[in-house]
């Protein structure tokens, strides 16, 4: 069965320093998503990305973080200058049309900030 | 921000079914009612979606209420690996899901 695949899973990075979280979306899959999970609350919206460009984002992100699909299978996240605060849970989702598909998630990758 | 109301917990017996309910009083008439599930910190897991007719897959069913304000996940034979946060999420238009606090239901032997 297909399956969005995240890599690092885990990674740890000094306050400050850049980080590129990648994805692997589903293959077929137009529409393409972010979200992260502060330990203990609840998954937030980040940022939806269709037809190479970013389709919608929340207040969260902001001008320290980026998406880019560089090569037709990718789909990143980057985080300029990180902060304590950005340590969480990013998740990447794709789906194949709009609303009236289901979009699938990642496993995630754990963001630690030190 | 959340379009849905769902109870903070639930407990269900292992075996029996689980029957989750969801209040969307304020849904639009071409709005998803999408339902996923959240083990641990993992990633969200894609339970079942609808629109105006009941639905049912491998996983559970779904049944919309005809004034479409609320509905109800159903877990037919609950086991405990079924323990999980359950959100229900009506989607927006652009395809964002906006999750709620959703409902912990402990699934007990």
């Known amino acids: 069965e297909p399956e969005v695949t995240q890599t690092p899973s885990h990674q740890v990075t000094q306050m400050g320093q850049e980080v590129i979280l990648r994805c692997v979306p589903i293959s077929n899959h137009l529409y393409f998503y972010w979200y992260r999970q502060i330990l203990g609350q609840k998954v937030e919206f980040l940022v939806s990305f269709y037809n190479n460009e970013i389709s919608e984002k929340s207040e969260i992100f902001d001008d320290q973080f980026s998406v880019e699909r560089p090569d037709g299978s990718n789909f990143t996240l980057k985080i300029r200058s990180t902060k304590l605060e950005d340590s969480a849970m990013y998740f990447c989702a794709s789906n194949n049309q709009g609303d009236s598909t289901e979009a699938f998630f990642g496993q995630g990758t754990r963001l630690t900030v030190v | 921000d959340a379009k849905t109301t769902q109870p903070p917990s639930m407990d269900c017996a292992e075996g029996r079914a689980a029957n989750l309910p969801c209040n969307h009083s304020t849904i639009s008439g071409n709005e998803y009612v999408y339902w996923y599930r959240q083990i641990h910190s993992q990633g969200p897991q894609y339970i079942i979606h609808?629109?105006?007719n009941n639905e049912t897959n491998e996983m559970a069913s779904l049944i919309i209420t005809e004034d479409r304000k609320s509905s109800t996940l159903i877990l037919p034979h609950a086991t405990l690996r079924d323990t999980a946060v359950y959100y229900c999420i009506v989607r927006v238009r652009g395809g964002k899901l906006i999750f709620g606090q959703g409902t912990e239901l402990s699934v007990k032997p």
């Open positions: 609808g629109l105006k």
